[in-house]
Each structure stands twice: as structure tokens, then as C-alpha cells.
């Protein structure tokens, strides 16, 4: 609309525009408790932040401790904004944006079943040889491949095996961890 | 399991404290509930509940005030807490006692209100299986509870309950739920008491750093055109008199939200009224001409901020808070310090005076913008014009404030016109003496807190302001009023409308007042004598004031039918979407003044 002449109007606690969304990696280290999980999501969904992947299972089980790994997007003021409401819910004991470290490591497994005959199968190989990806399981009809690395190789491994027959993808979302001696 | 098994032997073989002797879950809760110092539980009782209100029969250190409706009970939970300083208590059933309390939950959710709500579940193997008043009790409330519960056992539940009145307490208060199954309360287990409870905390607050208070004076001192912006933050701290000692200190001229006041003298000449969308004039002008902006307890709502892009253009602002996610939310600040209002303006006025002998400070700095508030003040933005024939429903707030000063007074309002009346014309000069839904807006709220307040305060006058149509919504608690000879008077600004609707409707929707009229109103003093209370009702000016003193005599519950002019509206008034210089006055309003971007907004 008339956007360049009349600023924002609205009176809505609706975050001001400033800077681009970039996206986040933030791991939050929750109370392994009933609950947990929704409460995590369910604020995400309230508050009207982006989700874009989730991973989560109990890390150390002795303190029932749970590790929850989010793919998030926002200008830099929404993402220190979702860091601190995830700090006052009460399960959870950490927020590290991992995406601030410049030593994080990240990565992701996919699943990926190729349905291919002759020369696609062939090229199909290939290409997961490149990727290191392994063959789990195959037919005269088709591969499954299991391939693990940074989110941009997976997604570049499905972009190549797309016109070779790609039939199903299962992604685990984005795993995180610091580099070196420290932890989060 | 072994292990856990063999900790509890152990307990029991090391401590000799009556604490290892085994209860019902039901005497476990109240046992928790007991050394948490609770003396007063609002409630309804229901299947789900049943063998915590057996334990409760035969309880005389607990008194149990039965309400009408479960929204009720939490907001009368409210009114205690609020009025005390305590947490309030709210115990309610499954099911639909459950949903019922959502509401007051939710309000205390947003006004940062300390609330512990009990609710019974149907028994654990029910679970799942759509029983009978089964609900998801823990689901549906997760959202409007700052934390809540289900206790699995009996063993868990006097730690829970105890950890729940931690949370409810600590850092930003905020309502607590515990849903306990049926089974759960008859199941035995040993008590723990709640030195040995796991506490966790939700938010680790920082020690306040040295150099963001040193900072903060330093803006503080230079400052030419200083405020301090203060808000329910101060009174949950308990931190009033630390405000007023700094105030008075700096000179500062000072504004409260609608939640805040109470917390710095509405007499004192730094006072600037409330500010927001229908404060006075001082307080928006200063908002948004000021160059350094203190906020305290605040949280910069959309009803003080008006339009974000032209809020407070020119100023610096520090912003105290004990809730990390209340800074740069809405508005950045330039300075943020977390922590305890309380804490952080004693150091702030620590420093404040370890500065002063090295350098008094300079009066004459703020001068000039005192003398510019002083003109603003001059404009009256909360005169009216007075009517001879109909009672002005300002007037009648004026009246009530008037006839009541210096009396013990406590008051709860509604939701809407009424509601900003009694906050321009009511003045309190001690906090938790105002009662009010400030965030979540919830009609319905003061009738019921009123009697919680009057539970809390048993010789204080407490009086609900309320709307012809905010109170029919939980009218029925007039009942538990006099059934527990709650001498609560509520003062019923009766306009026949839903008064702030039809405001908006009139400025907003060219006057087209669909279903904002209240036809068919009750009659209010036939009302009150069906209860078993008190009915009165003033129509003409010359009659209120001894109608009100007929009122504060009476000893019944009161309901008093202040018949005022229908189409009043509430001014001064920042519309929507515009900035805080844009005030509209009372007085001729044509229904232009709203731009069409204005219109959409809230």
C-alpha cells in the first residue's frame, strides 16, 4: 500500500521490521518432564514464531534431561525475544543460540528412496557416492539412502536426485554441538 | 526403582518428623497448603474434588469461602492476592470446573497476578477416556498459566505444591495450576515439607551490575525533561516507598499505568496522573517530549504506547524489570537493567546520593520542564461538563472519591468506561488499594474480587465500580456475598450500554450502535433485595451524596443503581493509531478523528 509514506499504524506489540530475518539454531536443554514438549511448541505457535525444524530426545538420563534443537528465522530483536521467553518457562534450564557460535557444529540425517531403473539407477549411485551417502536397503526398483551432513549438502544431495527419481524423503531436522572442550 | 525405594527408607530411618507418617493425597494438599500460610481458599466443589473437601470438613485452620462460578473463585483469588501481597488460592473440579477458571487464569496470567489454582482430574486409568467432567485440564490451561501440573502421585504432590508457590511468587508472579486425579487424592504417601521441595527457578535473575546503575544516574543527572514511567512492576515488588524515596530524591516529575497506580501518591504535585490511551494530558505529553524515560515494572503495552513509530521519539529510555522477555518486546530501550524494582532503585538512589556529594545536582535543569508540564496540567484534560438534571457518571466517581476520603478504602473495578472513570477520578495515595483487569480486560472481574478483597480485609471498606452490563457477568456472586456477610458495595455506573462499545461504535462506526444497548436491564434494587442485600438508587444529582452515605452505612452488601446521562464518553483519548501529541479532548468529536488505518486496530 502507501507503506513508503505512512509508517507501521499499528498499536500491536508487533515487533518493528529492523534488519532482515536470518535464521537461528537454538538448543534448549529442558527438564525431560510430560509436557515439556508441547509447552516448547505452543509457545512458538502463541507468540507466532517460525518453526522450521525440530528435533528432540532425552540426552542424559539420569537428570532426565532433554535436548531440543530449533530451526528458527526472525530479525535479531524476535530471536532475542524467543530466547527469553524460552527462559521463563519453567522446564527448561538453557538457551544457547548456536547459531551466534562460530564453532558450532550442525548437522542433519535424511532418509531419501529412489524409485529408478537403468541409467537413472546407475547416476542415482553415483551421486550418493559423492555424497557418501549409504545404501540401507534396495530392490530391482529402487534405493533408500541414508545421508548425513549440513543442511545445504542435503538439501543439495535431493536437488540432484530429484529428476532421478526421488520418490520419499524423511529428515531428522538440525542437530547441534558445540566444537572443543565447552559445552552449552 | 530400587534406588528410589531405598532413598525413601532411608527418610524415614533418619528423620523422626511426623512428616514420614502417611496422609491421603487430599490431607497432603492441605498440609502443604497449610505451611504455605494459606488461611483462605475460594472455591466450588465438584465429583473430582470430593476428598480434598472431605479433608477440608474437619479443617478449621482453612476457611473456605464457597463461590458461585469458578471464575469467580479465581478472580476473588485475585482480589486477595492482590489487596495482600499473598498468593491467592482457588480450588475448583474437572471438567467444566476446570474451563470455567480458565478466564481468571488468563487475567492473572496478563496482570502478573500470584494464584494458585487446585483442580481435581478424573482418576488416573481414566485418563484418556472422555469420562465423565474429564477434561484436558493441564493442555487447556497451558497457555494461561505461567506453569502448571499433574500430579502423578501422591508421593509428588506436596512437593509440587510447594514448587508451585514458588513459581507463583517468584521473579514476575503469575498464576500456577495443579490438576490432581481423583485417585491420586485418596492414594497415602508421606509428606514433604517445604524446606525439602525442589524449587526451580523459571527465570535466574543477574545481580544488578554496578556499571548499569552508575550509567543510569549519570542519564539520570544530565537528564533536562526526565519522567519515570511506573507500572504494576512496583507494587508486585512491593517496592513503593523505594519509588517514592527516588522520586522525591530527583525531583522527577512521575506517571503510572492503569496497573501502577496506587504506587506513587495521587496527591503529590510530581504526580502526572495515569497515561495511555484515556490519561491525562501531563502524562502523554510528558510521555512523548520527554528525553530520558525511566521505566519501572512496565511493560510499554499497546494501550500506553499508541502509535510504536512515534512513541517517545526523542528520548533515552531505561527500562527495570525483573522479566528479561519485557525488554526491547515492544519498545528498545537503550539502557535494560533486570531485577527487583525494589533492589535496582535502592542502588539507583544509592548512587543517586553518593553523587550528590560530590556534585549536588542541578535543579534548575529540569525547571524549565516542569514549568511545560505545569502548563499542560493547566489545560484540566479530565474536566467535564457538569449536568443539573442527570448524574454525570464522572461526577458520580467525584462524589464517591470525595465522600470516601480517609476511609479505609479498597477498590475493584469492571471492564470499560466505568472502569477509566474511577482511574481518572479515583485517587489512591497507598498501593494495592486498586483492583483492576488491566491486560486482559476481563468484564465480570471486580464483583468478584471485591469479595475476595473483603475476605482479606474484613473491617475495609471495598467498593466494586462497576458497568450495568459488566456486572450481570458474574451477578451471582452476590450470593456468596451475603451468604459470608461480605458487606461489599457495588456502585453500578448504569448508562443502559455497553458503554465503551458504543464509544467506539459512535467514533468509530458512524453511530451505528449494533447490540451495544442494554435493553431490558435488571432492576438492580429488586436485585439486591432477592440476594438479600442492599438496593439503592440515585437518578438525580442533588440525591447522590446521600444516597452514597446510605451506602457506606449500610452493613449488607450494597447494590447501588447510579442511574447517569446514557452517551458520556471517556476523554481525553489517544485514538487508535495515533501518538501521544494527539490527544482528543473532551467536547465536540465529529467521528473524523480516527483514520481509517485507526479503525482496524483494537
Redesign the interface.
Known amino acids: 500500500m502507501n507503506t513508503t509514506t505512512t509508517p507501521s499504524q499499528s498499536v500491536y506489540p508487533v515487533t518493528p521490521d529492523q534488519g532482515a530475518a536470518k535464521e537461528a539454531i537454538l538448543t534448549v536443554i529442558v527438564d525431560n518432564e510430560p509436557g515439556v514438549l508441547s509447552r516448547v511448541v505452543g509457545l512458538f505457535s502463541a507468540r507466532g514464531y517460525n518453526i522450521e525444524s525440530l528435533t528432540v530426545a532425552e540426552v542424559d538420563v539420569e537428570k532426565h534431561r532433554s535436548r531440543i534443537t530449533i530451526v528458527t528465522s526472525g530479525t535479531e530483536q524476535k530471536i532475542e525475544q524467543i530466547k527469553a521467553q524460552l527462559g521463563r518457562l519453567v522446564p527448561v534450564r538453557r538457551v544457547a543460540d548456536v547459531t551466534k557460535e562460530s564453532d558450532a557444529l550442525t548437522r542433519e540425517l535424511a532418509l531419501v528412496k529412489i524409485s529408478a531403473t537403468g541409467d537413472h539407477r546407475v547416476e542415482a549411485m553415483r551421486v550418493a557416492e559423492i555424497f557418501r551417502a549409504r545404501p540401507l536397503d534396495t530392490t530391482h526398483t529402487s534405493f533408500i539412502f541414508e545421508v548425513t551432513g549440513a543442511r545445504d549438502k542435503i538439501n543439495a544431495f535431493l536437488d540432484l536426485l530429484r529428476p532421478l527419481g526421488l520418490t520419499e524423503v524423511s529428515r531428522t531436522g538440525v542437530l547441534s554441538i558445540r566444537r572443543g572442550a565447552e559445552t552449552d | 526403582m530400587t534406588t528410589a525405594l531405598k532413598t525413601s527408607g532411608m527418610n524415614e530411618a533418619v528423620s523422626t518428623a511426623p512428616s514420614t507418617a502417611q496422609k491421603s493425597g487430599a490431607e497432603l494438599v492441605l498440609d502443604a497448603l497449610e505451611e504455605q500460610g494459606v488461611d483462605v481458599i475460594f472455591g466450588y466443589p465438584g465429583g473430582a474434588v470430593l476428598p480434598i473437601y472431605d479433608a477440608l470438613h474437619h479443617r478449621s485452620s482453612i476457611q473456605h469461602i464457597l463461590m458461585r462460578h469458578e471464575q469467580g473463585a479465581v478472580h476473588a483469588a485475585e482480589g486477595y492476592a492482590r489487596s495482600t501481597g499473598k498468593v491467592g488460592v482457588a480450588l475448583v473440579t474437572s471438567g467444566p470446573g476446570a474451563t470455567n477458571a480458565v478466564t481468571g487464569l488468563a487475567d492473572a496470567l496478563l496482570d502478573s497476578i500470584p494464584i494458585i489454582c487446585i483442580s481435581g482430574q478424573v482418576a488416573r486409568p481414566f485418563i484418556g477416556t472422555d469420562a465423565f467432567q474429564e477434561c484436558d485440564t ?2 487447556i490451561t ?2 494461561c498459566t ?2 502448571n501440573y ?1 500430579a ?1 502421585s501422591a508421593k509428588s504432590l506436596s512437593g509440587i505444591i510447594h514448587e508451585a508457590f514458588h ?1 507463583a511468587r517468584r521473579g514476575r508472579p503469575g498464576p500456577v495450576l495443579v490438576d490432581i486425579p481423583k485417585d491420586v487424592q485418596f492414594e497415602e504417601a508421606a509428606y514433604t515439607p517445604r524446606a525439602e521441595a525442589k524449587n ?1 527457578n ?2 535466574v535473575v543477574p545481580d544488578i551490575k554496578n556499571n548499569d546503575i552508575e550509567h543510569a544516574v549519570e542519564l539520570m543527572r544530565h537528564a533536562r525533561r526526565p519522567v519515570f514511567y511506573t507500572g504494576g512492576g512496583v507494587i508486585n515488588a512491593g517496592a513503593s516507598a523505594q519509588l517514592r524515596a527516588l522520586a522525591r530524591q530527583t525531583g522527577f516529575p512521575l506517571t503510572s499505568t492503569l496497573m501502577g497506580l496506587g504506587s506513587f501518591p495521587a496527591s503529590d504535585p510530581q504526580w502526572l496522573g495515569m497515561l495511555g490511551m484515556h490519561g491525562s494530558l501531563e502524562a502523554n505529553n510528558a510521555m512523548h517530549d520527554c528525553d530520558l524515560m525511566i521505566c519501572v515494572g512496565a511493560r ?3 494501550r500506553v ?5 512515534a512513541f517517545s521519539p526523542n528520548s533515552r529510555k531505561i527500562h527495570i524489570d525483573i ?3 519485557s ?4 519498545v ?1 530501550v537503550d539502557l535494560a537493567i533486570i531485577g527487583d524494582a525494589g533492589e535496582v532503585m535502592d542502588a539507583m538512589l544509592a548512587e543517586w546520593r553518593r553523587r550528590e556529594t560530590q556534585e549536588k545536582h542541578d535543579k534548575v535543569r529540569i525547571a524549565e520542564w516542569l514549568m511545560q508540564i505545569d502548563g499542560w496540567r493547566a489545560r484540566k484534560s479530565f474536566q467535564f461538563e457538569p449536568a443539573d438534571d442527570r448524574i454525570k457518571p464522572q461526577h458520580a466517581v467525584q462524589r464517591l472519591y470525595e465522600l470516601t476520603r480517609g476511609k479505609d478504602v479498597y477498590i475493584t473495578t469492571e471492564v470499560g468506561q466505568h472502569q477509566m472513570w474511577a482511574a481518572q477520578y479515583f485517587h489512591f495515595d497507598e498501593p494495592n488499594r486498586w483492583m483492576t483487569s488491566g491486560g486482559l480486560g476481563t468484564m465480570g472481574y471486580g464483583l468478584p474480587a471485591a469479595l475476595g478483597v473483603q475476605v482479606a480485609h474484613p473491617d475495609a471498606l471495598v467498593i466494586d465500580i462497576a458497568g450495568d452490563a459488566s456486572v450481570q457477568m458474574t451477578m451471582q456472586e452476590m450470593s456468596a456475598a451475603v451468604q459470608y456477610g461480605l458487606p461489599i458495595k457495588i456502585f453500578i455506573i448504569n448508562n443502559a450500554y455497553l458503554g465503551m462499545v458504543r464509544q467506539w461504535q459512535e467514533l468509530l462506526h458512524g453511530r451505528r450502535y449494533s447490540h451495544s444497548y442494554s435493553d431490558s436491564l435488571p432492576d438492580f434494587v429488586k436485585l439486591a433485595d432477592a440476594y438479600g442485600g442492599h438496593g439503592i438508587r440515585a437518578e438525580k444529582p442533588h440525591e447522590l451524596d446521600a444516597k452514597i452515605e446510605e451506602m457506606l452505612a449500610s452493613k449488607k452488601p450494597v447494590l447501588f443503581d447510579c442511574v447517569v446521562t446514557n452517551e458520556e464518553n471517556v476523554f481525553p483519548m489517544i485514538p ?2 495515533a501518538a501521544h501529541n494527539e490527544m482528543l479532548m473532551g467536547g465536540a468529536v465529529t467521528g473524523d478523528e480516527i ?1 481509517d ?2 479503525k482496524v ?2
Open positions: 493441564t493442555g497451558r497457555s505461567k506453569h499433574l502423578q513459581i526451580r523459571c527465570i510499554f503495552d499497546d504506547t499508541g502509535r510504536l513509530d522479566d528479561p522477555s525488554v526491547n518486546k515492544n528498545p487508535s493509531g483514520s488505518e485507526g486496530l483494537v
